[in-house]
Nanobody, 123 residues
Framework: VQLQASGGGLVQAGGSLTLSCAAS????????MGWFRQAPGKEREFVAS????????MYASSVKGRFTISRDNAKNTVYLQMNSLKPEDTAVYYC?????????????????WGQGTLVTVSS
């Protein structure tokens, strides 16, 4: 599975961005998907995950209520809608896929990774 993340950029605090992650696999709907982020000097951290069907999702407490993960299995794409962005949301955002249950927050449990897209939130 090859993943291609896009949609990052520079935005002011309080603004919004939508990230996309396009997958190459025809079996995309078999995979649970996740978004992670890594700020400079910090470890990669869980942001959100979604079940293969799109019917269930989970969020880190730091983004809950501001970010929304969704997927379109017909387009082999997962999205991360980010609202009310804060400077502390600045990071490289990665999408990831795992062949198993969703709701997993550990990066090592994901089988495939995209290349990352940079989100910078200015104050």
């Amino acid at each position: 599975v090859q993943l291609q993340a896009s949609g990052g950029g520079l935005v002011q605090a309080g603004g919004s961005l939508t990230l996309s992650c396009a997958a190459s696999a025809r079996t995309f709907s078999n995979y649970a998907m996740g978004w992670f982020r890594q700020a400079p000097g910090k470890e990669r951290e869980f942001v959100a995950s979604i079940r293969w069907s799109g019917s269930g999702s989970m969020y880190a407490s730091s983004v809950k209520g501001r970010f929304t993960i969704s997927r379109d299995n017909a387009k082999n794409t997962v999205y991360l809608q980010m609202n009310s962005l804060k400077p502390e949301d600045t990071a490289v955002y990665y999408c990831a896929a795992r062949a198993g249950v969703a709701g997993v927050t550990t990066p090592l449990e994901y089988n495939y990774w995209g290349q990352g897209t940079l989100v910078t939130v200015s104050s």
